[in-house]
């Protein structure tokens, strides 16, 4: 049975240890007012070049809590399940004595 352990690091990353390895998962959320062609607003969640999800919302839903909260959620669903089906190829790419 492999150990589980997960620690802080700087009081932000979760660091979970399965075995002898360690894999970080971190998140990065960005809030900011966008002008011109960028500001428009979709209630769709799209993904970016960068491999990035966003949401536009406009000025009203931005200053609701509710509203702001649910945009973070569900940009943050797709660029979860995005990165853990990554995730997971890479590790089932690996030979079985790597693991």
Not at 11 to 21: C, D, N, P, S, W
Not at 37 to 46: H, K, Y
Request: proline content about 2%; glycine content about 4%.
């Amino acid at each position: 049975m492999s150990e589980h352990k997960a620690s802080k690091v700087d009081g932000q990353t979760e660091l979970v240890r399965m075995g002898g390895r360690t894999y970080r998962i971190r998140t990065h959320i960005v809030i900011e007012e966008v002008d011109g062609e960028d500001a428009r607003q979709t209630d769709e969640v799209l993904q970016q070049a960068d491999s990035s999800f966003e949401m536009m919302l406009s000025d009203a839903d931005a200053t609701s809590i509710d509203k702001s909260e649910q945009a973070i959620l569900r940009t943050c669903w797709p660029a979860m399940r995005d990165a853990l089906a990554q995730h997971l190829t890479a590790v089932s790419k690996k030979k079985p004595n790597e693991r």
